[in-house]
């Protein structure tokens, strides 16, 4: 488990994570979701050690990390930033973490295995391609089977087959039970590999719930409908005060207003649920043709609640007033 | 992805990825932490590299220039220029060979005790390195005992080898051997001497943490300081001079205590001890105290 109490870190007069809290639980892929800057890795590096917070504290399995006795035999990191010797042999750089933790060579061996780099562990890192890289750190991560893994990024500059690799990884380690932080700015690649989800812009929490929560919560509903009366539907939707739209299609070349074909209109409907709008329909002998609750996709949701704490202000907002959107938007949803 | 594994989805880590029961041993100690840095300085080139220009350089001008000298001993003696050298090497032929080749010799020393830290920063291996050792002093601490062994071992076979091979050669203007006084501890004493120098590189590198800046700095100390210190006026200059790192440090490969000197060879060895520590110490700090 990983907890993390009201971190705090300023970097020359800018903060990078602003009083951060939260857990990670075990048995589960956790992603560690935010835009470019949000202050992910740089959170990565507080609870690692290797940045002392301004303030707060991090823990894994309730100890400090300089206070784990072999800590790469409790934690796994992949970090963004590359650390390995272009000069030196992936084996060779497996090597010397390995005896400092006192693990066998034979380990060095098996987490090559595991990562497909056997047939290269002798050639100097430097010339490994991205991809190759990226598992050599996934080895290093491996190396002490660990209990907790913090991976920063890990599908970056991977294949989709690498990608692939990587999610199968994740969740089958999960099933075993062991603690799993993942970064990503990627919120499809999220969508389908985490089970949990903490979301942070501006270095402070903006979400902190389960995968389908997240998705389900952060966009504002909206059902689709299609009916050959669109005319009576919109009467009696507005006046018990939701919204409608027409949608779905594009205006058609004869320059008449999009969403209808031959006489079926589609209509986007806000501020009431599907249930409703059937009944209403129904009451007054309406036809249905389609009648679809929309879900928001996570890029969707992730844009929604990041937006405004986007790091550099591409919504047009000045700084300050967009962190205080952001608090307020996570507020909002927190009370929903 | 040249090294790609085929993709099974089922379990891509169920055989591998488990601890074999080897690997559930206990707590690591301070051993595997001195084998560990073992591994960083031997499987890196620019190691091995720099320790084989070590040796070339530093027995190879001792030969170089001893040979040189021999040969035109009788002209350097005539014209009345060289006189002076001659004089210093008569009355210390010890301490002019341990300087010969040394006084080069050492820069790679230099090069290689900031390299070994520095080269963790540019790399990112520091990373690496504080993951694994996240108590910071335990990993510099390994990295200089690895590192000073491997330099005092090298350094004390380099200086004899300096010793017999440039003996054999001035041996027919002056002959020198091991067991006069004084030569043996001036070979034995050049050796940690450079070793304690190499350390000392070592901190000035973890201070200063980039390899351009750390070089520059270490060479300034054992190069330029000591010209500076001597242009100071009056007996100024000559104190300071004396109290240098690498000036005090090489007292200790003078056979005898010379005219002049204001400190003997031990004092001076260790006052170049104290600079170490002192640097070594500063380097701790702010390893522990800085982001990595």
């Known amino acids: 488990m990983i907890e993390a109490r009201d971190l705090t870190k300023v970097y020359s007069g800018k903060v990078a994570v602003d ?17 470019n800057g949000a202050g992910k890795s740089t959170t990565m590096r507080l609870i690692l050690g290797l940045d002392r917070p301004d303030s707060g504290v991090a823990t894994i399995n309730g100890k400090r990390y300089a206070e784990l006795p072999n800590p790469l035999r409790t934690v796994g990191a992949l970090l963004e930033a590359k650390s390995v010797h272009g000069g030196r042999s ?36 430097g010339t490994f391609s991205l991809g190759m890289n990226q598992r050599l750190g ?55 590999t985490a089970d949990h989800l903490i979301v942070i812009g501006r270095g402070k929490l903006i979400a902190d719930s389960a995968t389908q929560d997240v998705i389900a919560r952060s966009s504002e509903q909206s059902v ?6 669109a005319a009576r539907l919109t009467g009696l939707i507005e006046a018990e005060g939701g919204k409608v739209s027409r949608g779905g299609e594009p205006v058609s070349a004869d320059g008449v207003a999009g969403g209808v074909a031959g006489g079926v209109a589609t209509l986007i409907v806000t501020g009431m649920p599907a249930p409703r709008i059937g009944e209403l329909a129904a009451s007054a002998s309406v036809v249905l043709h389609e009648l679809s609750p929309q879900l928001a996709s996570l890029e969707e949701a992730f844009m929604e609640l990041t937006s405004g704490s986007l790091e550099f202000g591409e919504h047009g907002h000045p700084p300050a007033a967009a962190a205080d959107g952001a608090a307020a938007a996570a507020a909002d949803r927190g009370s929903r | 992805m040249t090294a790609a594994q085929p993709v099974s989805p089922a379990g891509p880590v169920s055989p591998p990825a488990g601890l074999t029961g080897t690997a559930a041993g206990g707590r690591a100690g301070f051993g595997h932490l001195l084998l560990s840095e073992w591994t960083k300085i031997r499987s890196v080139r620019s190691t091995v590299w720099a320790l084989i220009l070590f040796v070339v350089i530093t027995i190879g001008f001792t030969v170089l220039v001893t040979a040189l000298i021999t040969a035109n001993w009788d002209r350097g003696r005539g014209g009345g220029g060289g006189g002076g050298a001659h004089v210093g090497i008569i009355a210390d032929p010890a ?5 010969a080749g040394v006084g080069l010799g050492q820069l790679t020393i230099c090069v290689l005790g900031a390299l070994l830290i520095t080269t963790e920063y540019s790399t990112g291996v520091i990373r690496a390195s504080l993951l694994a050792v996240p108590r910071r002093t335990p990993m510099l601490a390994a990295k200089a005992i690895v590192f000073a062994a491997v330099v005092l071992v090298l350094a004390e076979i380099v200086c004899f080898s300096s010793f017999f ?19 043996a501890r001036a070979v034995i004493g050049t050796g ?22 750390a070089i520059s700095t270490v060479i300034g100390v054992v190069l330029v300081l000591p010209i500076l210190s001597g242009l100071l006026p009056g007996s100024w200059g000559a104190h300071i001079n004396a109290y240098l790192p690498q000036q005090a440090g090489m007292l200790i490969s003078h056979a005898h205590k010379q005219a002049g000197d204001l400190l003997s060879a031990w004092q001076g060895f260790g006052v170049l001890c104290i600079w170490t520590a002192l640097l070594l110490a500063v380097g701790i700090y702010l390893l522990r105290r800085r982001d990595a």
């Open chain 1, 19 to 35: 009083h951060l809290s939260f857990t990670v639980q075990p048995g589960r892929v956790t992603g560690f979701l935010g835009p």
């Open chain 1, 90 to 125: 992936a084996a060779n750089h497996l090597l010397f973490l390995a005896q400092s933790q006192g693990l066998p060579k034979s380990r060095v061996d098996e987490v090559l295995d595991l990562v497909g780099l056997r047939d290269v562990a002798a050639k100097r890192a």
């Open chain 1, 138 to 192: 996934i080895a290093a991560a491996m190396l002490g089977d660990p209990q907790v893994l913090l991976l920063d990024e890990p599908v970056n500059g991977l294949d989709p087959e690498g990608v692939l690799w990587i999610r199968n990884l994740l969740k089958y380690l999960a099933t075993q039970g062991r603690t799993i932080l993942v970064s990503s700015h990627l919120m499809n690649e999220m969508a389908v």
């Open chain 1, 224 to 229: 689709r409908v299609r009916t050959p009366d």
């Open chain 2, 95 to 99: 301490g002019f060979l341990m300087g």
């Open chain 2, 165 to 183: 091979a440039g003996s054999a050669i001035l041996h027919s203007r002056v002959p020198v051997s091991l067991s006069d006084p004084g030569v």
């Open chain 2, 192 to 213: 940690l001497y450079l070793t304690v120098l190499g350390l000392l590189a070592l901190a000035v590198g973890a201070l200063i943490r980039h390899t351009a800046g």
